[in-house]
């Protein structure tokens, strides 16, 4: 179930601009969308939970324009142009890691993250959790390496050394622990 050296994002496609409120605005660039401090635009943040309960993370890949090498969640991007929220993640889980998952929708936030020169994060994210079906063939073209960890050790890892994971990874599972609770334990151990 696909290729896991091609190439499946480019910075010409178009994003969905959005309000605060997250209602779309208009179309930029991948590229216009992240120069600069950013241009508020529509993304997701997917977990992904193995059968033990274990958090799959991934780290970056090193071309990556904004936080290459860095440790984040199971899988992230924007929907393009006239795509779905839920056509969106499909198509990212299948390009990025090719498997698929049902995914539970839990939150949204606004949040804008600077990567000094290179460019910014300015986007109003959606977040889901899931768990995964089948196994993991990640995309080299996007993911350096993938790892299971779980809550506890997770938590240990951002409090000795936040300085190796994305900014949207680090407030988004904050806020899984401390508002969503109860909905992260049925995925997470």
């Given at each position: 179930m696909g290729d896991v050296?091609?190439?499946?994002?480019?910075?010409?496609?178009?994003?969905?601009?959005?309000?605060?409120?997250?209602?779309e605005t208009g179309y930029g660039t991948k590229a216009d969308?992240?120069?600069?401090n950013g241009v508020l635009h529509r993304a997701f943040s997917l977990?992904?939970?193995?059968?033990?309960g274990e958090l799959l993370l991934q780290q970056r890949g090193s071309q990556k324009r904004l936080w290459p090498g860095f440790w984040?969640?199971?899988?992230?991007?924007?929907?393009?142009?006239?795509?779905?929220?839920?056509?969106?993640?499909?198509?990212?889980?299948?390009d990025e890691?090719?498997?698929?998952?049902?995914?539970?929708?839990?939150?949204?936030f606004c949040y804008q993250a600077d990567f000094g020169d290179a460019g910014s994060e300015n986007e109003s994210c959606h977040v889901f959790l899931g768990r995964l079906d089948g196994d993991v063939r990640p995309n080299d073209s996007e993911i350096e390496s993938i790892r299971y960890?779980?809550?506890?050790?997770?938590?240990?890892?951002?409090?000795?050394?936040?300085?190796q994971f994305t900014p949207w990874f680090k407030k988004e599972w904050r806020t899984l622990r401390e508002d969503y609770a109860g909905t992260l334990a049925r995925y997470a151990m």
């Amino acid at each position: 179930m696909g290729d896991v050296h091609r190439t499946v994002s480019s910075e010409r496609e178009e994003l969905i601009l959005v309000d605060a409120d997250d209602n779309e605005t208009g179309y930029g660039t991948k590229a216009d969308c992240h120069d600069g401090n950013g241009v508020l635009h529509r993304a997701f943040s997917l977990f992904l939970f193995n059968q033990s309960g274990e958090l799959l993370l991934q780290q970056r890949g090193s071309q990556k324009r904004l936080w290459p090498g860095f440790w984040s969640n199971s899988c992230c991007s924007h929907p393009r142009r006239g795509e779905t929220l839920l056509l969106a993640t499909q198509r990212r889980l299948r390009d990025e890691l090719n498997v698929s998952a049902e995914l539970e929708h839990v939150y949204r936030f606004c949040y804008q993250a600077d990567f000094g020169d290179a460019g910014s994060e300015n986007e109003s994210c959606h977040v889901f959790l899931g768990r995964l079906d089948g196994d993991v063939r990640p995309n080299d073209s996007e993911i350096e390496s993938i790892r299971y960890v779980s809550a506890g050790n997770l938590d240990e890892e951002l409090t000795q050394h936040p300085e190796q994971f994305t900014p949207w990874f680090k407030k988004e599972w904050r806020t899984l622990r401390e508002d969503y609770a109860g909905t992260l334990a049925r995925y997470a151990m």
